[in-house]
């Protein structure tokens, strides 16, 4: 009887330990989504690109990373619109990502829209001198 108790109290520690180790956490999912969509971005299969990136959910701490992504993946397929859209989108959840600011920046400027991109690069600089 003391053996069965062991041999099903190591099963089961041997089990919840697999279990742990396999699911992954909603935020990981995320990351995973959107570096495989940043490597089908660098393989130029932009609409493969695009469904990973519009996977993560609203809520996800990931989701301001995923709508920048997206926001490139438009610009490469010239809608640019959409393009301005998504990064505004972006920005507007993080004022503080040079990356945004300098795309949202260069999608203005695309856009026949000068001034208001000239703004986006001075706030780039001032925020950032050194990345800008």
Not at 85 to 98: Q, S
Request: some cysteine.
């Amino acid at each position: 009887m003391k053996h069965i108790s062991i041999c099903l109290f190591v099963i089961l520690g041997f089990s919840l330990s697999l279990y742990s180790q396999s699911s992954k956490t909603a935020l990981e999912k995320s990351h995973e989504l959107i570096e495989k969509g940043i490597e089908l971005y660098d393989n130029e299969e932009y609409q493969e690109a695009l469904k990973c990136f519009s996977s993560v959910s609203v809520c996800d701490p990931n989701y301001t990373w995923a709508v920048y992504e997206s926001s490139l993946c438009y610009g490469q397929l010239g809608d640019n619109e959409t393009a301005y859209e998504k990064c505004k989108e972006a920005y507007d959840l993080d004022k503080e990502d040079a990356a945004v600011i300098a795309f949202l920046g260069n999608l203005l400027d695309e856009l026949g829209r000068t001034r208001e991109a000239i703004e986006f690069f001075k706030v780039n600089i001032q925020k950032k001198p050194y990345n800008a």
